[in-house]
């Protein structure tokens, strides 16, 4: 099944674009950054080279290279197109090489950590990089608007097992569980034990067990310090380098310095349902889980996310709770504006009047499962007024 993702336009764009020489491709490991590039440049008129640099003879060829053996490699070629490109060393510095001295030739590079590739990029590359996200495949990706009742039949299989590109070439359960098992081990989060030398795993994995059962509530560090069995620093370092890896994202608490507002807390979600599940080995169908509603938050907000970025919206998300323990899912700011959102697995009321006292232009939306579809396709009207 080939699913058309929709940063293959805006990285065609980009391509054909003589504003920045270097485009960078992040996304977590198999969501499908290898295929994009490969069906770009089989569309491109560039003379292209292709490199591997998960491979450990390319590694070593990388080692300490100059501007003759880069020259070298590249060739007639106008386009270089590096995968996994977080593996070599002083990746930036060779990058900035051939920036100034070969002219003429393009860089397609992508890395799944960003901790490691962007931080050897972001100085060497100022000014000539222009950076896309890829995320597991987005519901609009798979779906148009109007196929309401597939995208509704199909709401079981996308929370219990997630978006992987690969796991819609499954039909048994069974292997596709036990892919998303072996996915969500070591495998998934290798770039952080090879790269930070983290050698107790089962700290790491512990946290992750942790987190993946307190998706939708506020997260502690202390509680997680205790419960994983290690200092506060470590596991806010740990929560760092799992964000940087695409594996889990904060959603940080809203407040304008209200007494009576939360303001120094955080939840953390995951990029990927099916992931969650794994970690906790918890595949079974929605009418058998005590944790929909957590897996329904999870979901909706990781969609609209996807679907802001696909259309360049930039938007601030946030949680919002106070004192008086009312909360709302989900706060998102832009262009002078507050819209909130609450998320309902089944119908309900909530109690936010304290909110909309406090924020009296804002609106808050209740989101179930009869008005999803228009809350994950439709994109928002921003306010250019600030």
């Known amino acids: 099944m080939l699913i058309k993702r929709y940063l293959e336009p805006q990285l065609q764009k980009a391509l054909k674009s003589k504003l920045y020489p270097a485009i960078i491709l992040f996304g977590p490991r198999q969501v499908g950054k290898t295929t994009l590039i490969k069906e770009i440049i089989a569309k491109t008129k560039l003379k292209y080279k292709f490199i591997t640099c998960d491979d450990p003879d390319v590694i070593r060829t990388f080692k300490d290279i100059g501007i003759v053996g880069l020259k070298r490699i590249i060739g007639d070629n106008k386009l270089l197109v590096l995968d996994e490109a977080q593996k070599i060393e002083n990746i930036g510095q060779i990058l900035k090489l051939i920036i100034d001295n070969i002219p003429n030739v393009k860089l397609l590079v992508s890395g799944s950590s960003s901790f490691e590739l962007a931080n050897k990029l972001s100085e060497p590359l100022t000014g000539r990089k222009i950076t896309f996200l890829m995320y597991p495949i987005a519901i609009f990706e798979l779906n148009k608007k109007d196929e309401m009742i597939e995208i509704k039949s199909n709401l079981d299989r996308y929370l219990r097992f997630g978006m992987y590109p690969k796991i819609f070439q499954f039909k048994d359960d069974i292997e596709l569980q036990n892919y998303l098992t072996e996915l969500s081990g070591d495998y998934l989060y290798k770039d952080i034990l090879d790269f930070q030398q983290i050698k107790n795993n089962e700290q790491m994995r512990r946290l992750l067990v942790s987190l993946a059962l307190q998706i939708g509530q506020e997260v502690s560090y202390t509680e997680l310090s205790n419960s994983v069995g290690v200092d506060q620093k470590t596991v806010m370092r740990y929560v760092d380098l799992l964000e940087k890896s695409f594996i889990v994202f904060k959603l940080p608490a809203f407040s304008r310095n209200q007494r009576n507002e939360i303001n120094k807390s955080r939840k953390i979600y995951f990029y990927d349902l099916g992931i969650r ?42 949680f919002w709770r106070n004192y008086n323990q009312q909360e709302i899912d989900l706060i998102e700011e832009a262009g002078g504006q507050l819209n909130a959102f609450e998320f309902k697995w089944k119908n309900g009321k909530f109690k936010a009047s304290d909110f909309l006292k406090t924020y009296q232009n804002s609106k808050i939306e209740i989101i179930n499962q009869n008005n999803f579809i228009d809350f994950l396709f439709t994109s928002p009207k921003i306010s250019d007024k600030k």
Not at 279 to 301: A, H, P, S
């Open 277 to 318: 599940n794994a970690i906790i080995n918890n595949f079974n169908n929605l009418e058998l889980r005590n944790d929909i509603g957590q897996l329904w938050e999870n979901f909706l907000i990781l969609e609209r996310i996807k679907r802001d970025k696909s259309d360049k919206i930039k938007k601030n998300y946030y």
